[in-house]
């Protein structure tokens, strides 16, 4: 068994070698930015919704369009984070991107915090909270015009923002789907990070990796058939401590 310090050693020399990484990521990416994920037990599916409606029933398409104001009630206070700040994991990521290492980050997290961190390619599986488009008028909104009293109200006609994130009962964007899987199918080295890998159908995208190496750093056990027939290098770690410890000077 490697120590932790061998096992960070050993991927910076991964780093040093590889020539195209992929990034793919989940909820606990953010979760040290003070964003909590979804599924644990003290994630946002699993809080009081104050109404009869599980918070799942709620983020879903047709939820939105039958009960627009509670849909907003729960949005805007349990998945909106203005203050977040990216942590080490977004700041190390885009650096690598910067360098010309990273070619892209596949995100399951509509949170916005890889693009605010630097980074340029990626892929929002799952959308932005930084988008709204008007049910009505169609005009688009940043996230900034979309708080703005009325909240969530279209500024132009007044109708219903909806956010451009994927609801429940939703597919995933098409041309998202392909550029990640083509990220992905051509990496030489996959990190997959901060995610558990059981969200369907983003975690089956790792699967066209085809490269040789794979990290992945999760503070729980996870395990996939990918992981038994690649180089791999598994930390159950907290994702900060991990992209903290590594260092990029040498690479
Ligand atoms: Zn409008």
Not at 45 to 61: D, L, P
Not at 77 to 105: F, T
Not at 181 to 206: C, E, K, M, R, Y
Not at 217 to 227: A, E, G, Q
Request: hydrophobic content about 40%; some cysteine.
């Amino acid at each position: 068994m490697m120590t932790f310090e061998e096992k960070i050693k050993t991927f910076e020399k991964y780093l040093k070698e590889a020539k195209n990484v992929v990034f793919f990521g989940g909820a606990g990416v953010s979760v040290p930015s003070g964003i909590p994920d979804f599924r644990s037990a003290t994630g946002i599916y699993h809080r009081k919704t104050g109404t009869h409606f599980s918070a799942e029933r709620i983020v879903s398409n047709s939820f939105f369009y039958s009960y627009p104001d509670l849909f907003d009630e729960f949005y805007y206070k349990n998945m909106v984070y203005v203050d977040a700040k990216p942590n080490s994991c977004h700041l190390k990521l885009a650096e690598l991107e910067k360098r010309g290492k990273l070619k892209a980050v596949v995100t399951q997290n509509i949170d916005g915090l890889h693009q605010l961190a630097g980074s340029k390619n990626v892929f929002e599986l799952h959308g932005t909270i930084h988008r709204s488009h008007c049910i009505k008028c169609h005009s688009l909104h940043n996230l900034e015009e979309t708080l703005k009293e009325p909240k969530g109200k279209c500024k132009k006609c007044g109708a219903h923002l909806k956010p451009d994130v994927v609801l429940f009962e939703e597919p995933l964007d098409n041309a998202t789907i392909i550029g990640a899987i083509n990220a992905l199918s051509h990496a030489d080295t996959l990190i997959v990070g901060g995610t558990s890998l059981v969200v369907q159908p983003a975690a089956s995208f790792i699967y066209h990796f085809k490269g040789k190496r794979l990290i992945v750093v999760n503070k729980t056990p996870i395990d996939s058939l990918l992981f038994h027939t690649k180089e791999t290098l598994i930390f159950v770690d907290d994702i900060e401590r991990f992209f903290k410890a590594l260092n990029l000077d040498d690479i």
